[in-house]
């Protein structure tokens, strides 16, 4: 079960610990998060997908939508709770957290294999495949 009601000290700890998920958490909770975070500080430039709560644990979960609510129930916004170097941190794990996946599978030759030809286009006069070669 979910929680709604929180004291200022849930509150509190809600935000520190989504915040230090958020910037410097590795896995997919981190992303969500960092996300969540983003859209609270500017929803127009980073809309909320509401769909991305059912992926964060219960915990992280019910911090979000306790912070959440808090903030819609008053009015305010999350710019007067965290500073922008914070949210800067948010976005630099984000970047990180989505470069990491972008390059998860790197590109990789078999050994043995004619490396690519020079920045001309053409093979260098001496390249003789592996299997060509003759040992004296």
């Keep these: 079960m979910i929680t ?9 700890r809600a935000l520190h610990e989504l915040h230090e998920l958020a910037s410097s958490g590795t896995g997919s909770d981190a992303r969500h998060a960092g996300n ?9 430039l980073n809309p909320l997908n509401v769909s991305e709560f059912q992926y964060l644990d219960p915990n992280h979960m019910r911090q979000a939508l306790q912070l959440f609510t808090f903030l819609m129930t008053t009015g305010t916004g999350l ?7 914070a949210i800067d941190q948010v976005a630099d794990n984000l970047s990180r957290l989505s470069c990491e996946s972008f390059m998860a ?11 690519p030809p020079p920045s ?14 003759t040992l004296p």
């Design 79 to 85: 710019k007067k709770f965290m500073s922008s170097e």
């Design 120 to 133: 001309g286009g053409r093979p260098s006069p001496t390249a003789t495949p592996p299997a060509a070669r």
């Design 105 to 115: 599978t790197p590109c990789t030759r078999a050994i043995g294999s004619n490396p």
């Design 36 to 44: 969540f975070l983003l859209a609270l500080w500017d929803g127009e």
């Design 4 to 12: 709604l009601k929180a004291s200022a000290n849930d509150i509190e």
